[in-house]
């Protein structure tokens, strides 16, 4: 294999766009908040099973704007074929046969206390000629989801759809030629979603709620048969982990499962339906949780097991077939010291796109063809060099109480011990992992070390571990993460007198509640997108959901902010999208309205037009939010 670099997305446009000159970023110059604040130039990259063609999800504004390009393969600087929309956001691509894409987009539509997102889809051909399809043109609330891009039949694609309007999808065989339909299954009051079609398309499994014990209950059916079995029921008193993973090839009766069945960690087994039997565990690590299994997609042996999939500092594959594990070693060979990922591939692999990530990479897109031949394609932030980022390292620090707790560090350039800021994930049943964070590779750019603790509560690491943060927000949770202060302090990393704690969602609660703990160990805090009021979000996230209010809610107890508000003693940033729908903005008012009857030291910025998560985050509340946090780290810590 050799390299051969070529650009063509407009590479020189784009950093005109941006207000970026062609000169070189020196490691020890700033660079403009631009460089981070901007949505990603390039966000996708994809081939059709023949590999004949490119398409290209890039960037037309800081904003975003996206629009889909599309090239043939073996002429990449050939005049592309563009695709967007005026009026919705492009939000994602994907081929479903050699000549034809589904363009996914959204908007967000504020209709007076109303506030919602809309998604539309097309159907396109690859050459930009003739009419968009819509699927379901007469329902203009259709909400569809694609189960599966039928390989060996190029003419039509699995649907989830209401057809008779009762609340309860169906499965749909969708001509993408014509648009006709074909009802495949008919959801119902026992089985209502979560189908899972094998590898010949036929649906073998699927899902239910059982309202009479509060229960999910997995179901699936023999290969052939139309009679559906109960194979597991997911109790929310039971937190112990069960997943569906697909079907085996070797052997039809069987299903592979991710679970714990007993153990801390997850891991993979088979489970056959006929005789309602487990076997041994295939695959299992001792405290890390598996992630899934990885499978093949060609037609000579679609569904073949090819290996294990985990996360430790970084995603990991574990191969059972040799040639893809030389496939993937050699392809690593080319970017050392990056984490790669094959996000798309043609039947024959002779049409590979590559995508590198890598602390000093924050993304990078390559298409190899005929296993020789690697073109570049374009990156997602190009003004950001390697120089201008610092290096990530993955530690485990012992909490006050002797629990381990895995950390990422991001330590900017310089010798410490630096000013630092803790910042916790959100979820909190969640964890973090760190290829590249803008977040903190913006703050270790201007000089912060940042600590991501994978507190207790952390998902990822084992059952114990998880169920460790049960009812103790404010309280252990928060231990873990001053404790991650006083390990970087201790190593001579951070310097004691100039911590901060900063996050958004479950991290922002936690800089709440960071801000009024006695003693304080941090100079100030940044709250962003927070819970303040316990009593308030439980009834929020699960007040529709008995499932819910079993499962998760009895977890969040602890220390409620709202009921502390004039225990706050350090300064205190808040920030929070004024059209959230995940934590209500109210959460952060309401703290204000306690605020403004006490003399604390505090700011306030509302967001607008800004939702919960990143990608709702555009470019004017990304400049907005990190000027206002490096100007609070700057002069408030």
């Known amino acids: 294999m050799y390299r051969k670099l070529r650009l063509i997305i407009g590479f020189s446009t784009l950093l005109c766009l941006l207000g970026q000159s062609n000169a070189q970023e020196q490691s020890d110059k700033k660079l403009p908040l631009d460089a981070f604040a901007s949505l990603p130039v390039m966000t996708q990259a994809s081939v059709p099973l023949d590999g004949s063609k490119l398409a290209i999800v890039r960037a037309t504004s800081k904003d975003g704007d996206y629009i889909v390009e599309i090239r043939p393969t073996n002429d990449l600087a050939a005049e592309p074929v563009r695709l967007g929309a005026s009026r919705m956001e492009l939000s994602n691509v994907r081929w479903l046969n050699n000549d034809k894409l589904l363009v996914e987009f959204r908007q967000n539509i504020q209709d007076g206390n109303d506030n919602y997102w809309v998604t539309k889809a097309a159907i396109v051909n690859a050459d930009g000629k003739g009419d968009w399809r819509i699927p379901f043109p007469k329902d203009n609330k259709a909400d569809f989801d694609v189960l599966s891009v039928l390989a060996d039949d190029p003419d039509h694609i699995l649907l989830t759809y209401d057809v008779n309007d009762n609340r309860i999808p169906d499965v749909i065989k969708y001509n993408i030629n014509t648009g006709a339909t074909q009802t495949i299954l008919r959801g119902n009051e026992k089985i209502s979603g979560g189908f899972i079609p094998d590898a010949d398309g ?18 699936a059916r023999l290969l052939g048969e139309s009679e559906w079995r109960e194979i597991y029921t997911n109790s929310p008193q039971n937190r112990e982990e069960w997943n569906f993973l697909y079907f085996s090839q070797e052997n039809p009766d069987e299903v592979y499962v991710k679970a714990n069945l007993g153990e801390d960690t997850t891991g993979i087994y088979t489970y056959n339906i006929r005789t309602g039997k487990y076997s041994e565990r295939l695959f299992g690590l001792e405290s890390l949780d598996v992630d899934s299994i990885i499978l093949s997609t060609k037609s000579t042996n679609r569904g073949h097991l090819l290996g294990f999939s985990y996360t430790s500092k970084y995603p990991t594959r574990y191969f059972l077939d040799a040639d893809e594990e030389a496939l993937y070693k050699g392809i690593e ?79 900017p350039k310089g010798k410490g011990p630096f000013p630092a800021v803790i910042m916790p994930h959100g979820g909190p049943w969640a964890r973090d992992v760190v290829i590249y964070d803008e977040w903190s590779q913006l703050l270790a750019h201007h000089g912060y070390i940042v600590i991501q603790p994978q507190y207790r509560g952390s998902t990822g690491f084992g059952l114990e571990h998880w169920k460790a943060g049960d009812g103790k927000w404010g309280l252990e949770m928060q231990d873990d993460n001053d404790d991650a202060a006083m390990y970087l302090v201790e190593k001579g990393l951070a310097d004691k007198d100039k911590l901060a704690i900063f996050g958004w969602s479950y991290g922002g609660y936690a800089a709440f509640a960071a801000a009024m703990r006695k003693d304080n160990i941090y100079q100030c805090a940044i709250a962003g997108a927070g819970i303040t009021d316990l009593s308030r979000i439980t009834a929020t996230l699960f007040g529709a959901s008995r499932y819910g209010r079993i499962y998760q809610a009895p977890t969040v107890k602890g220390v409620s902010p709202i009921e502390h508000v004039k225990d706050l003693n350090v300064p205190l940033l808040i920030i929070h999208g004024d059209i959230d729908q995940r934590v209500p903005i109210e959460q952060s008012r309401l703290f204000v309205d306690e605020l403004k009857k006490l003399d604390k030291d505090y700011k306030y910025i509302e967001l607008k037009g800004a939702d919960h998560f990143s990608n709702t985050l555009y470019y004017r509340h990304k400049t907005e939010f990190y000027t206002a946090l490096l100007d609070w780290l700057k002069n408030k810590c």
């Open 333 to 411: 060979a080319l970017f050392p010291k990056k984490v790669i990922s094959l996000v798309s591939r043609s039947e024959d692999d002779n049409a590979i796109v590559i995508r590198t990530s890598s602390d000093h990479d924050p993304g990078s897109y390559f298409l190899l063809t005929n296993k020789k031949k690697l073109d570049f394609l374009g990156e997602r932030s190009p003004l950001i060099k390697p120089e201008n980022l610092s290096d990530v390292k993955y530690v485990k620090y012992t909490a006050r109480d002797g629990r381990k707790i895995p950390a990422y560090i991001t330590i």
């Open 202 to 219: 036929e649906i073998r499994a699927g899902l239910g709620y059982d309202s009479a014990t509060t229960s999910l209950k997995q179901y």
